[in-house]
């Protein structure tokens, strides 16, 4: 080809002209994005094709809402004995829901962590409490 400034025969690939320094048609070629297939949970949806009708459309996937939700579940069981795990989750669910913001993205999921967190912490503060009074009615 040959530069639409100067007129110097230039490589088929150039970007720039080296004559003239004019960017070349290339330069304004847009990049191809990189095909990235979308890979499947693993063991998930492996016998069943991706239906070849819908528009493959990439969500965000929100993980610290995901992440909260789980622990937040988890929290709940487990509150009386690891409270840590319902503060976590809660944490979790905190910087889920200012992503789900940004992601649009998650906010069910990390609405939802953040009310099982906040129960399972009130269950574990709750029983705590219980203890402790109950303690110390035992010592007064
Ligand atoms: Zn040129």
Redesign the pocket.
């Known amino acids: 080809m040959f530069?639409?400034?100067?007129?110097?025969q230039?490589d088929d690939r150039a970007v720039i002209?080296?004559?003239?320094?004019?960017p070349t048609n290339n330069y304004y070629r847009p990049v191809q994005p990189a095909q990235q297939p979308a890979q499947p949970a693993e063991g998930f949806n492996q016998q069943m094709p991706a239906p070849a009708q819908q528009p493959a459309q990439s969500k965000p996937v929100n993980a610290f809402a995901i992440v909260g939700l789980v622990l937040g579940i988890s929290g709940i069981w487990l509150s009386v004995l690891f409270g840590i795990v319902s503060i976590i989750g809660l944490i979790f669910s905190i910087v889920g829901l200012n992503k789900a913001a940004k992601m649009n993205s998650g906010r069910g999921l990390a609405i939802g962590g953040l009310v099982t967190s906040i129960i399972g912490i009130a269950i574990w503060a709750i029983y705590w409490a219980a203890v402790i009074l109950s303690r110390a009615t035992v010592y007064f």
């Open positions: 530069c639409t400034n100067c007129g110097s230039l002209c080296p004559h003239c320094g004019v």
